[in-house]
């Protein structure tokens, strides 16, 4: 069998299975197996695949046709650019999470430039809660150096893939991690500048109608935010102000349809409140800064 013809012997297969973008997986797969990039398999379509190649290929289509993520099936996946791995400890990062990171870039970048007027040497601090796979962590530390980052998760697995995360991409020395329950995770006298946080927040009840990738594989404790989707919103918007220096930031990603319910949670105790869109056109992001 050639690259071609795994392409159309996996389109079939992965078709059976309802995944909706076949022929990409399968070249995805491809790249994987071979180490070799896209235009590559364009190329060099009648190359033979070896035994050994052929057969981690099927071990592949045999976890996808269950429906397994195919991130968790390569172990890793991309990120505002960057590489990051991923287990089925963590929820997988979703594009839809860039926006919220480059909110906080942008406004850490301010942050730093105001102090450079004023000739200090600013460090920004940033809390990043419940950070699962670290993406958002890692992320915000790879792009402002000036950036010291503490991030928490309530899972010791997740703690470690964030961790390793952090190593991969060069900014392991910048963030420090703790495990536990929302803030009584954090060791210590902290206060931050940024408090950044994409918690769970589906409903419980609407977990069971979510696509099988999501509900069969990837993690509950990543996905449940109680019967009406706010737990975490609550718990971190009542806590937060404790943890936050004088007109800090709390920005939390959202659900499409939670951006009142949580606009008004914040506007107790936060100022400027406001709600930010995704490429896709929904809500995504509630943000607001503590009141004086
Ligand atoms: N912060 C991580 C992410 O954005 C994990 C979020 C979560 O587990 N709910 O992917």
Same mark, same amino acid.
């Given at each position: ?36 990039? +896209? ?16 057969? +981690?290929?099927?071990? &592949? ?12 099936? %390569? ?20 594009? $839809? ?9 942008? %406004?850490? +970048? ?16 940033? %809390? ?132 009142? +319910?949580?606009?008004?949670? &914040? ?10 869109? $995704? ?14």
């Amino acid at each position: 069998m050639n690259i071609n013809e795994f392409i159309h012997y996996a389109k079939d297969k992965l078709k059976n299975a309802n995944i909706e973008t076949p022929v990409q997986e399968a070249g995805v797969m491809l790249c994987q197996v071979l180490n070799c990039t +896209k235009a590559y398999l364009y190329a060099f379509g009648d190359r033979e695949l070896s035994l050994d190649e052929k057969s +981690k290929l099927e071990d &592949m289509l045999a976890q996808r046709v269950k429906n397994i993520p195919l991130q968790y099936i %390569l172990g890793d996946t991309e990120f505002m650019s960057l590489r990051f791995m991923v287990t089925p400890a963590v929820l997988i990062p979703r594009q $839809d999470t860039e926006i919220l990171v480059e909110k906080v870039i942008e %406004l850490t +970048k301010k942050q730093v430039l105001k102090g450079q007027n004023e000739n200090s040497n600013v460090r920004v601090k940033v %809390l990043d809660m419940c950070t699962g796979s670290g993406c958002i962590a890692v992320s915000i530390a790879h792009f402002c150096p000036q950036c010291d980052i503490v991030a928490c998760d309530i899972s010791q697995e997740a703690i470690k893939v964030a961790e390793a995360n952090s190593e991969l991409n060069g900014v392991r020395n910048r963030v420090e991690f703790f495990c536990g329950d929302l803030f009584e995770a954090l060791k210590g006298n902290y206060r931050f500048d940024f408090i950044v946080s994409n918690p769970p927040y589906i409903e419980t009840e609407t977990i069971c109608g979510l696509q099988k990738e999501v509900r069969s594989y990837e993690p509950e404790l990543a996905l449940d935010g109680g019967a009406d989707g706010l737990d975490f919103y609550k718990k971190i918007t009542a806590t937060a102000p404790e943890y936050l220096n004088k007109l800090g930031w709390l920005v939390f990603e959202i659900g499409y349809n939670q951006a009142e +319910k949580v606009s008004a949670l &914040m506007k107790e105790s936060f100022i400027n409140v406001q709600v930010l869109k $995704d490429y896709g056109g929904n809500d995504r992001v509630v943000m607001g800064q503590l009141a004086v």
